[in-house]
């Protein structure tokens, strides 16, 4: 096969360096990614890092400091090359290979001799390859930096196995290579040196090294690698010393002439060279292919002129020096006749072959090309051109070609223009108030000079004015004032200056371009971004932490300074930019701007942003000296968790002493950890606990430890807990990670592990300490027999189907069972596995391991007489919250921690809120012995998704105040707030009553928001059908006077009650002291349009139409409707709802709650995954048609049978529409309900001036999106162009994409097993290109994505689905129906984007080729035989195939 020499390089360089570092062109694409790219998918472990070309790749290899093998790869650009030079007197001692793509020109790498690194050449694919497999094991086994330059060329090769290779080159890496003691130790903090005894380095035998590797090399290729080799005979008398390409087919070309080809450059190895060159030479000729060299001779020429005078060998008559141009395949000949005229006359300068050639080969692909910005820190360009518009003027933009020397990027050369632009605008003034001096102009003229002088900084009026003063100019130049200004009149507008300091483009804006800027006091702003990844912050050097650039800033006490990141706060970037504009000075923004390499996912930097800010490693503020004038805060902090971090920052500087002062409020006290804290209160209480527990029971000890991530594990832990303690045993029970296993476990007697099973056989989150501590910390032997344990583990044995995956299936149990036994516990119970496949799940196991514990412990016989304690359950904290009070109003009073007891937390859901902590920073708060990062949703109940402009405003307004400045528009038709803080909790949920409305039942065991069909153009019974879907709220809405007391401050009869010294009574008429077993969900649909998926609530009401008067006739009833499963049990599953009959609007609210209060007698309170009514039908009722005669038994009378409808789609119309009386209605796409403000695209705040001029009403359609609505005709053109301004007309979208959907999921969902919201549309976006290679543009597909089984997003019913099970693995689905009746069906299961898009795509096409016209995706997969239909919901798992093929396409 034929392949590269880069692509050889690339693959050798990754299989044995464990660190790649590749340098991207920037102008063209890497000689090397697509090799690396491959590469990395099977072995990740690799860290290969993507840098541009303009990065300083030494300084980046510097830092890794690795004491494997690291590998540089980059074209011979100058810029490169050049910056690696004062790194190269440390890098030189490093295990590094720098490989180096040459084409054809030498000078530059040629510059680098005499630095000390070992230097190859290649000139064919073959020495590539060969000498790749050199330099890696020169470099791994002597620690010696060797750079390989070869010619980028193609052809065939023999390449070593992968095997040989990693062993090859892995051997010599190991204790072997790092010298006397085995042990590689760190020298300065970056590279690795080993000494021994003497001092000298294990690589000071260069050439030692050097000679052993050839022949190591030799053995494993199977041929001669040699530094020299000889091209003709030994008798020839015309020599020439090539360093270069052609030396075989030059040697051929001409008889009597030999070629000594140098492939050795560098250690120049004299006496062997000689020993190359034939005896017989008269006459020698040095060629090298350095055609720039600036001395008269070449290198190999001095080299070669050394080993003669080193020797006893004396230098023949002719001893010339020439360069070796380009030489093609046809002209061999001719450069060869060329050579030997040379050597007949004996004159140095000569050229073979073509330099000019050579010259464009190299310039051609080495050129540094146009610089393009990184995709990541476009949004900040975006904004700039957003506030700014046509006054923005970045100085050293990337786009402005007028200067194309790299240094026209760099912030110096940029400062130097902005001084110039300066000057001249102050002589443009100048010549202005000359002129307003001057008599004889006209009135006009002298009235703009006058009005362009006063307000030549003003933002507003300086545009009109300078364009007014330039037209009349055209016309009156009648003094030399005037020419002045006119010669000057591109200074005029008064402008937004930006220098911008980027690490991809002006790399360094270094300390020195920001100093310039300080110092000078001018009015001139910088932007500065930092890329540097939060994970990889303490590889970076101290120079180059622009974060601390703010301080040395700030210390000058004049200069505007933000420490911003789009990521994280776009509104604070919106306002840093604003004001640092305003400023009368020098501004320095600093820009977050996270990335590992320029095609980061923008999921990975908002990620590394977040830990950033959290950690308070990028804190968010702003220092506005001017402030203090205006009698406002100098400083302000826009990040909310970086108080206990400012501490760390103040100290660490010493700088923000005045500010301390200033603002009093940041108590140092804030710094203390509060999460040491709760983990030492934790430990102390768990052995108090246990030692309370050795007192009072007498039978053996028995540490219980567990790792759960969804929870179950943790059950079955505490209940097996409960079991040992009935039978005496000393049980206690603890987390994995908050048991000190290294310290302790020696200690314990008996102890279980009890395990889940995470991803891809991981350990749950909470047992991950414990599981790299007892693997990497605790020795072998380090246990005794005195530790008896046994091991319970559950998980999935179907989760892998492929049979190379199997050994996932249960691995962290199987794990820890045999570490422990290693370790030297004693097993005393073999190892229980516990299989979801198995008949009764994990239980089936469990039965069989349980017993044999008990008897290990001798408490087998043991009779256990009183009833095992149950666990508390839901219905155990709802009788005893008091009426959903429970101790939440301690809770919010306790500062202590960011979060509310957990029965609180079950509660606080009834009042519409969940606790929920931000997953993204979990592990590394966990790692810095910090709470998570606790916070808190809130949930609007809004009926029928109405809400008013100026409930819109008061909404928003809590967004920007309390939560993270988004909201949610969620599939229930309501708002939700996510990263709403503890101490902000109560004031956000007063902010929303403020706005008449609550939250009321918005989430708990109650009925939630009711839904209903949103768009009133679509039908004339919207109105009718809208009123009844508030009523049917208020109707079956809790009373929860405790909603009114803890967060409105409210007296009720109840807390009067308390205050003359009684106990609370409340009342609850529909739901009693335990309200609902579950959820309880009604949507109203108006046909034909499904939009709120009926079938899918508990009760689904269809509305019917009197055909006559086309008001409404009444309701189609549809109960049993749901959504939720748990993945692997088979006994939970979706459901669609049955049509039961037909109500009249007067019947409607009874015969809802007469469903609503059958649930609530018979529903399953024991086990809440079978607790929604979908089970009650069909387990205690044994079907619908039963639950219908209940239903009936209850109300009193039969309900009719039900009415004809018809339904066409489950999607929603887009744009305008026009009622039946008149009025217009425009549904905003909105991409997975979030509102916010992106750069380039400031939804949140368009609809904020939306509200502030709109008259009618905002409306929330199921599928998240937001219809204006209500616009009088004579309104509309002004909503339209509104619209338009603020780009919130963008329903201009593929079919497919306007009709998807995704839940939230991470970070805040607590029950995320795999991204949603934020993978989507990355998904959709590569999707799409399918749907439109096929000419699917405009058709609606709809594809939901979940982040859980709960599937929020109704992902069940969708014609593609996706349903998380792990991170990046997903469950896919295909066949439901298009308008919502009916559910799709499992078609693959643990499937990742690769296998998504591999398996869509043929079915896409084939659907395009094969459909029947009208027909739906979701129908067409059935009928093409791809998936069985799912025909009700217990018929769920039927048929299902997760291997099926896809059937051949129809031939036509
Ligand atoms: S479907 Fe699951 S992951 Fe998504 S928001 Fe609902 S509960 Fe969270």
């Known amino acids: 096969m034929t392949v590269s020499a880069a692509q050889v390089v690339a693959r050798i360089a990754h299989l044995s360096s464990s660190t790649v570092v590749s340098v991207k062109p920037a102008s063209q694409p890497s000689l090397f990614n697509d090799t690396l790219n491959k590469l990395s998918a099977s072995h990740p472990e690799v860290n290969v890092e993507h840098i541009a070309q303009n990065v300083d790749a030494g300084s980046i290899v510097a830092q890794i400091g690795s004491k494997d093998l690291i590998s540089l790869l980059t074209i011979a650009d100058q810029q490169t090359l050049t910056r690696l030079v004062p790194h190269l007197a440390t890098l030189i001692r490093a295990p590094l290979v720098i490989s180096v793509a040459s084409f054809g020109e030498h000078s530059d790498i040629m510059a680098l001799r005499q630095s000390g690194l070992i230097l190859v050449h290649s000139s064919t694919v073959e020495q590539a390859h060969d000498h790749a497999l050199l330099a890696a094991r020169i470099a791994a086994q002597s620690k010696r930096a060797v750079l390989h330059f070869f010619e980028e060329a193609s052809g065939e090769v023999e390449e070593v196995t992968d095997f040989d290779l990693v062993n090859f080159v892995g051997n010599s890496g190991s204790a072997r290579a790092n010298g006397v003691n085995g042990h590689a130790n760190g020298v300065n903090g970056h590279v690795n040196v080993t000494e021994d005894e003497d001092g000298k380095t294990a690589g000071d035998d260069i050439e030692g090294a050097v000679d052993s590797a050839y022949s190591q090399v030799s053995e494993l290729v199977g041929h001669a690698v040699e530094p020299f080799k000889l091209f003709g005979s030994q008798d020839a008398t015309n020599v020439a010393v090539v360093l270069g390409s052609g030396a075989e087919a030059l040697a051929a070309s001409q008889a009597g002439l030999a070629v000594v080809d140098i492939r050795l450059v560098r250690p120049a190895v004299a006496d062997r060279l000689l020993s190359s060159i034939p005896a017989a030479a008269q006459k020698i000729a040095v060629l090298e292919q350095s055609v720039r060299r600036t001395t008269r001779f070449g290198p190999l020429f001095v080299d070669v002129a050394g080993a003669f005078q080193g020797s006893d060998r004396s230098l023949p008559k002719v001893f010339v020096s020439g360069t070796l141009g380009s030489v093609e395949a046809g002209d061999v000949e001719t450069a060869g006749q060329e050579l030997i005229s040379a050597l007949d006359a004996g004159k140095h300068g000569f050229v073979i072959g073509s330099e000019r050639k050579l010259v464009a080969k190299a310039d051609a692909n080495t050129s540094a090309g146009p610089v393009s910005v990184p995709k990541h820190e476009q949004a900040y360009n975006l904004m700039l051109e957003q506030v700014f518009n046509e006054r923005l003027s970045v100085i050293n933009s990337p786009s402005d070609e007028t200067d194309s020397h790299p240094a026209a990027l760099s912030p110096e050369y940029a400062f130097g223009q902005v001084l110039a632009q300066l000057e001249k605008r102050d002589e443009l003034t100048d010549a202005v108030n000359e002129a307003i001096r001057e008599t004889g102009h006209s009135s006009e003229l002298h009235e703009t000079l006058a009005q362009w002088v006063s307000s030549k900084e003003d933002a507003k009026k300086n545009v009109s004015l300078s364009n007014k003063l330039a037209s009349l100019l055209e016309s009156d130049v009648s003094s030399d004032a005037l020419k002045k200004i006119k010669s000057l009149s591109t200074h005029l507008a008064f402008k937004s200056r930006w220098i911008v300091g980027s690490d991809a483009w002006a790399y360094d804006a270094g300390m020195g371009g920001v100093h ?101 490693y990028w804190p968010l503020f702003r220092w506005d000296p001017s402030a203090e004038a205006r009698g406002t805060e100098v400083f302000r902090l826009d990040g909310v968790r970086i108080r206990e971090q400012l501490k760390q920052f103040l100290d660490r500087h010493n700088l923000f002493t005045s500010l301390a002062n200033a603002k009093p409020t940041l108590s140092y006290d804030l710094a203390a950890s509060q999460g040491t804290g709760l983990r030492d209160a934790q430990r102390r209480k768990a052995k108090e606990a246990y030692e309370k527990m050795l007192g009072s029971l007498d039978g053996p000890p028995l540490l219980v430890l567990y790792a759960s991530d969804g929870g179950n594990a943790e059950k079955v832990a505490k209940k097996l807990t409960a079991r040992a303690k009935a039978r005496g045993v000393a049980a206690r029970l603890l987390a994995m990670d908050d048991y000190p296993v290294t310290e302790e476990l020696k200690d314990e007697k008996n102890v279980v592990f009890l395990t889940s099973t995470a991803g ?138 960011g979060a509310i007891a957990e029965t609180d937390g079950q509660l606080t859901k009834f009042h519409g809120t969940y606790q929920q902590y931000d997953r993204d920073t979990f592990e590394e708060r966990k790692a810095a012995g910090l709470e998570p990062a606790y916070s808190f949703m809130i949930r609007a109940r809004i009926p029928g998704g109405v809400c008013t402009p100026q409930q819109w405003l008061q909404l928003d307004d809590v967004s920007e105040k309390y939560a993270n400045k988004t909201i949610k528009i969620t599939t229930r038709q309501t708002i939700q707030y996510h990263c709403v803080l503890k101490s902000n909790l109560k004031a956000a949920m007063q902010g929303i009553n403020k706005s008449l409305l609550d939250t009321i039942a918005a989430c708990g065991d109650v009925n939630r928001n009711v839904m209903c069909s949103p768009n009133p153009a679509l039908s004339e019974l919207h109105n009718d059908v809208f009123e009844f879907s508030k009523s049917i709220s208020e109707h079956l809405l809790p009373r929860m006077n405790a909603y009114h007391e803890i967060w409105l401050d409210k007296e009720t009869d109840s807390s009067k009650q308390l205050l003359v010294g009684g106990a609370l009574q409340d009342y609850e008429p529909l739901y009693g002291p335990y309200y609902l077993p579950r959820k309880f969900k009604i949507a109203i649909a108006v046909p034909p349009r499904n939009d709120v998926d009926c079938f899918a609530h508990d009760i689904g009401l269809i509305a019917i139409a009197d055909p006559e008067t086309k008001r409404l006739l009444g309701f189609n009833l549809s109960v049993g409707g749901g959504m939720g499963v748990t993945h692997s049990m088979k006994a939970t599953y979706p459901r669609l709802g049955d049509v039961i009959g037909f109500v009249t609007p007067e019947q409607t609210l009874d015969a809802c709650r007469t469903v609503m209060l059958i649930q609530r007698d018979t529903g399953n309170r024991a086990n809440r995954k079978q607790a929604r009514l979908k089970y009650t039908i069909d387990k205690v009722w044994g079907g619908a048609d039963n639950f219908r005669a209940e239903v009936e038994r209850r109300l009193g009378y039969k309900l009719a049978e039900p009415k004809e409808y018809h339904f066409e789609t489950n999607t929603d119309q887009y744009g305008w529409t026009k009622d039946h009386l008149g009025n217009w209605h425009c549904t905003l796409w909105l991409e997975n309900g979030r509102v916010k403000d992106e750069p380039g695209n400031p939804f949140r705040t368009g609809l904020r001036e939306l509200a502030k001029i709109h008259k009618g009403n905002f409306r929330f359609t199921p599928n998240q999106h937001i219809i204006v609505s209500d616009i009088k005709p004579e309104d509309k053109d002004k909503i339209d162009a509104h619209l338009k301004e603020y780009k919130m007309n963008n329903w201009e979208h593929s079919g497919l994409k306007l009709s998807a959907s995704a839940c939230v999921a991470f970070p805040t969902c607590g029950l995320a097993m795999a991204e949603s919201e934020r993978y989507l549309p990355l998904l959709v976006e590569k999707v799409e290109k399918i749907f439109l290679a096929n000419g699917l543009a405009k058709d609606e597909v709809t594809m939901r994505m979940a982040g859980c089984p709960n599937s929020c997003s109704r992902a069940w019913i969708a014609e593609i689905a996706f349903v998380g099970k792990a991170p990046g693995s997903y469950l896919m689905l295909l066949g439901g129906a298009h308008n919502g009746t009916r559910l799709n069906k499992i078609f693959r299961d643990n499937v990742g984007e690769e296998e998504i898009l591999a398996v869509l795509e043929p079915i896409i096409k084939k659907y395009a080729q094969e459909r029947i016209t009208g027909e739906t995706f979701g129908d067409f997969v059935i009928r093409a035989g791809i998936i069985a239909p799912t025909t009700s919901g217990a018929a769920f798992y039927d048929n299902v195939n997760t291997e099926s093929t896809i059937p051949a396409p129809v031939q036509a």
């Open 760 to 897: 891809q056989g991981e350990p749950p989150q909470n047992a991950r300490e414990t599981y790299k501590a007892m693997h990497n910390k605790m020795a072998p032997g380090s246990l005794t027999e005195e530790t008896n344990f046994t091991v319970f583990a559950m998980g999935d044995s179907h989760y892998w189907p492929r049979a190379e995956d199997a050994h996932y299936y249960n691995k962290p149990g199987k794990d820890f069972d045999k570490r422990l036994e290693i370790l030297g516990a004693k097993r005393i119970a073999p190892i229980g596995l516990g299989d979801d496949q198995d008949a009764d799940g994990y239980q089936t196991g469990y039965k069989i391991w349980e017993p044999l514990l008990w008897k290990a412990l001798g408490v087998d016989t043991i009779e256990v007489k009183e009833a095992e304690p149950e666990p508390i359950t839901n219905e155990h904290m709802k009788i005893a919250s008091n009426y959903l009070r429970g101790t939440i109003k301690e809770g919010l009073a306790d500062t202590s921690t």
């Open 516 to 616: 310039h800027v300080i110092a000078s006091g001018r009015n001139v702003n910088m932007l500065i971004f930092d890329s540097v990844p939060y994970s990889k912050r303490d590889a970076i050097a101290a120079h180059k932490r622009k974060k601390d650039i703010a301080l040395y800033a700030m210390n000058y006490g004049s200069v505007y300074v933000a420490s911003t990141a789009v990521y994280a706060d776009y509104t604070q970037v919106l306002h840093a930019l604003m004001e640092a504009d305003r400023f009368e000075g020098p501004s320095i923004v600093l820009a977050y701007v996270p990335y590992k390499n320029v095609d980061a996912p923008a999921l990975d930097v908002l990620r590394e942003t977040k830990l950033a800010v959290d950690s308070g």
